[in-house]
């Protein structure tokens, strides 16, 4: 079955620490996002890639890292820099890139990443 | 700036009907996404709008007024399962998404 796998499902860190989330699909889709969810907000891009070897920020790039080295994997790093860390995240991927005219761009979602900051 | 307003939490009855409505204030619009996420899951697809009027799939339904800035969906025979947070989006004119909240749907038997 195709899908987006995140993992590790439930992570702590202490301050001061990197940590870095996977995300891998195997949908053969061409762009990959994440997303930061904390209760009571709407779903925040924090960065998004739209083919190998590229990637542009979101709206709270800011303490994250990413990269795109391979169409399948698309990995979140979050710094020491992040100074709130502790959120939901959330992967997702879709077959054409946010930004093209193409009508409905829909997100198939990983099961997310819960990071918590001891 | 821009804008997506859901109610935070909903309750309804088991087998009844619930409306959930979303309004939205963009720069330029191309499209609008309601999304299911049950709790501590991924958000799935449910439904795709940019034309006004009712989409229809099953027991849910979505509607689209562009003109208001508003759309809803319609969840018909509520289920216990149907218990979850409905995530409205919104394409706008450079088709990047912007996100609601959520609205939490507590379903009682």
């Known amino acids: 079955d195709g899908g987006i796998t995140q993992s590790p499902k439930y992570l702590f860190r202490k301050e001061g620490q990197n940590v870095t989330l996977s995300c891998e699909q195997n949908?053969?889709?061409?762009?990959m996002y994440w997303y930061r969810q904390d209760p009571g907000q709407g779903l925040r891009l924090i960065y998004y890639?739209?083919?190998?070897?590229?990637?542009q920020k979101g709206d709270i790039a800011e303490g994250y890292s990413v990269s795109r080295e391979k169409k399948e994997s698309f990995p979140l790093t979050v710094t020491s820099a992040q100074k709130n860390p502790t959120a939901f995240y959330l992967c997702?991927?879709?077959?054409?890139?946010?930004?093209?005219?193409?009508?409905?761009?829909?997100?198939?979602f990983g099961a997310g990443s819960r990071l918590t900051v001891l | 700036g821009q804008n997506i307003d859901q109610p935070t939490e909903m309750t309804a009855t088991e087998g009844a009907i619930v409306q959930i409505n979303c309004t939205y204030q963009?720069?330029?619009?191309?499209?609008l996404f309601w999304y299911q996420q049950h709790a501590g899951e991924a958000p799935t697809f449910l439904s795709y709008?940019?034309l006004d009027g009712l989409e229809e799939k099953g027991r849910f339904s979505s509607f689209l007024s562009r003109s208001k800035g508003y759309s809803y969906l319609l969840l018909k025979e509520l289920q216990m399962k149907d218990s979850a947070s409905y995530l409205c989006?919104?394409?706008?004119?450079?088709?990047?998404?912007?996100w609601g909240a959520g609205t939490k749907l507590i379903i009682k038997p």
């Open positions: 963009t720069s330029g619009f191309n499209g």
């Open positions: 997702a991927s879709s077959i054409a890139a946010s930004g093209s005219s193409s009508g409905a761009n829909v997100l198939t």
């Open positions: 949908l053969n889709h061409d762009a």
């Open positions: 989006a919104v394409q706008d004119s450079n088709y990047q998404l912007i």
């Open positions: 890639s739209q083919i190998v070897n590229d990637f």
């Open positions: 709008n940019v």
